[in-house]
């Protein structure tokens, strides 16, 4: 069975500052992943994903993420963040297909400092 | 495109009584539909998978009796809550999906809070 790690629970970034959210996954074949934002009492946003080709993966709200397979990895970064971006973020991995649901990590819940 | 929603937005019910929380695809025909829980402050579970005409398919440790889920058409998927009490108070998101498609479509999700 697959599963995902989001190490940092919380985590504070000054607003202007760069950001990386970790994320881990175990999964024997060829993993689908995603991210997600979630704002209190809201349902998710797709930031981006990754299924296939170019290992570094452009999402919204400039937001990026790069999947390296040597290291099960694939963390989001953001070189400026703003006070909007403070939020919950999930990251989840697929089996693909469509046919199964996705197994989400615990989330790292982002704090922006002014 | 891609669009899901949920009806209601959220709920209150009273210890003992069923409420049926919609989850429909409104741009896409879905072959398949999940149905997650997400405890405050806390991730999402998989609760159970559901394909148009079949039964549920339920994770480990959720009671399907407990849980109603119907996929009665491509549009549509209701799970239904019977005897709900405090402890399903929970925040419910639906998603659905096309076979060959690797992305979920998420509906805004429904509060549920049992008194």
């Known amino acids: 069975a697959q599963s995902v790690t989001q190490p940092d629970i919380h985590i504070t970034v000054s607003e202007g500052a760069s950001l990386e959210l970790r994320c881990n996954y175990s999964y024997g074949a060829t993993p689908y992943l995603f991210w997600y934002v979630q704002s209190p009492g809201q349902g998710l946003q797709l930031l981006l994903k990754y299924f296939s080709g170019d290992t570094l993966v452009q999402g919204i709200k400039g937001f990026e993420a790069e999947f390296k397979r040597s290291q099960s990895s694939f963390n989001l970064r953001k070189p400026s963040v703003h006070w909007s971006d403070a939020a919950e973020y999930f990251c989840?991995?697929?089996?693909?297909?469509?046919?199964?649901?996705?197994?989400f990590g615990k989330g790292t819940h982002l704090i922006i400092q002014p | 495109g891609a669009v899901v929603s949920q009806h209601p937005s959220w709920v209150i019910c009273k210890s003992g009584t069923s409420v049926k929380i919609e989850c429909r695809s409104l741009d896409f025909q879905a072959t398949t539909m999940f149905w997650y829980r997400q405890f405050p402050k806390q991730s999402l579970m998989l609760m159970a998978t559901?394909?148009?005409?079949?039964?549920?398919?339920?994770e480990q440790g959720v009671e399907k009796d407990k849980f109603l889920i119907n996929h009665a058409s491509l549009t549509l998927s209701t799970l239904t809550v019977t005897s709900a009490h405090p402890e399903d108070s929970s925040f419910y998101i639906c998603s659905a999906g096309t076979t060959g498609d690797h992305e979920q479509y998420f509906g805004p999700g429904t509060r549920l809070t049992v008194t």
């Open positions: 989840a991995v697929g089996t693909g297909g469509g046919a199964d649901g996705l197994t």
């Open positions: 559901s394909n148009e005409g079949s039964k549920a398919t339920y």
